[in-house]
């Protein structure tokens, strides 16, 4: 481990917006209160505004324009030690998912989630990361996936879903419109996302494949705070969809991958791509308001929708879900709050392959609990394949009774035949 890196990196981190950002905080506390692993603890470290203080004092020693002055008198803060960095690892892997909610009610417009992603890499720098999310990239890497699913695997489950649905489903197909990538949940445990693909796409007249080189959007490197695996795992799907010629990248039910792909990575490949990048949830709009998935009846069920937050909050994709559901649902509750200021389910930002978090994680979820014991729905739709498997998680631990849903997989169910 190495403490003079991370503080390199950190040092190398404080550009003119972050300095500003730093100097700007009144220590209101209205980040605490939006944040919901201090609500549900109650315990001052998990507040936003404490998980930034080792950049802080990073900032205060180093970077501030009277830090030598004040180091003259003894007015700056004591360097970082390997013990700071052990205890903040706690607040900036298991206790941060990056939602981005403290960021929105901050009165000084901080971005508070974009500075501990700041913190993170002076983290990766040091060696002082989570073991859940190094093996996570090691084997993203290794395979081109974090679950370790590799391409001989994928192409059965695909054949699978193709045989299902009486579809055919054609992989590393070139020249067609769109290329699809997948979360890596979706593959390993909600996989019948790929046969409601295949349906809607047939329906819509749309020509797609997926690369055997390049079909998950996990970006682990994203979530620890890597910029070089984060790279990696960019230029592959950047790489497969320039060799087969699409159009498009799909961004799949995955909250983080539509932001590593579509606004982190041509920063991190250092070049525009070849091809435009579209959420799911927009090209299913897109379909829709162009009439090209009709669909037949409505579902009875009292539903609501759980805004990913990386998706609607950081990604502005809005009214999307809900136009989708309003052709569909014929009982639609609204949670509160929702949209932009929805409540995260408490496993984003890589917190949910932290299983040193897993106790902070589940007590987290008390947040979209108490708004779920307010709406009383049947079942929640989702479109992230994450927060879809931590919320069923949460779900059973709290003994709840509700079925959680993928809104393609639900979109799908409706389409005339």
């Known amino acids: 481990m190495n403490v003079s890196a991370a503080i390199e990196t950190m040092v190398s981190n404080i550009d003119a917006s972050a300095a500003s950002y730093l100097d700007a905080c009144v220590h209101c506390g209205q980040c605490a209160e939006a944040c919901h692993f201090y609500e549900n603890t109650g315990d001052v470290r998990f507040a936003p505004v404490y998980k930034l203080d080792l950049m802080r004092r990073v900032y205060k020693r180093h970077k501030d324009p009277l830090a030598g002055l004040k180091k003259l008198v003894g007015l700056v803060p ?172 799909v961004s799949p039910e995955c909250g983080h991958a539509y932001s590593a792909l579509n606004w982190e990575g041509p920063n991190l490949v250092g070049r525009s791509y070849k091809f435009q990048v579209i959420h799911i949830l927009e090209l299913l709009e897109q379909l829709r308001v162009e009439g090209r998935i009709p669909t037949k009846g409505k579902d009875s069920r009292r539903l609501t929708f759980h805004d990913p937050c990386q998706i609607v909050r950081r990604g502005g994709i809005v009214e999307e879900p809900r136009n989708i559901l309003g052709q569909i649902a014929d009982n639609f509750v609204e949670m509160s709050p929702n949209k932009e200021a929805n409540i995260c389910c408490g496993g984003g930002g890589g917190v949910s392959s932290n299983s040193n978090a897993e106790k902070l994680r589940l007590l987290a979820f008390g947040s979209k609990k108490r708004q779920l014991d307010e709406v009383k729905p049947d079942a929640m739709v989702t479109a992230c394949g994450n927060c879809r498997n931590v919320m069923e998680e949460a779900i059973d631990t709290y003994e709840m009774t509700m079925p959680v849903l993928s809104i393609t997989e639900l979109l799908a169910e409706y389409i005339e035949d």
């Open 78 to 249: 004591k360097e970082l030690t390997q013990t700071d960095l052990d205890e903040w690892s706690e607040l900036i892997y298991d206790s941060c998912t990056l939602c981005g909610r403290c960021t929105i009610v901050c009165p000084m417009g901080i971005d508070i989630a974009g500075l501990v992603r700041k913190t993170r890499e002076g983290m990766v720098a040091a060696g002082v990361v989570p073991e859940g999310l190094t093996g996570a990239a090691e084997r993203a890497l290794e395979t081109g996936s974090p679950l370790g699913i590799k391409p001989e695997t994928f192409r059965k489950i695909v054949a699978e879903q193709a045989e299902e649905t009486g579809i055919a489903i054609e992989l590393d197909k070139p020249g067609v419109d769109y290329m699809v990538i997948l979360s890596a949940m979706e593959i390993l445990n909600f996989y019948e996302v790929i046969g409601a693909l295949a349906k809607i796409f047939k329906k819509a007249g749309v020509t797609w494949t997926m690369s055997t080189k390049a079909y998950e959007a996990t970006n682990v490197g994203i979530q620890m705070g890597d910029k070089a695996v984060a790279k990696t795992l960019v230029s592959r799907v950047v790489e497969a969809a320039e060799e087969l010629g699409v159009k498009y990248v």
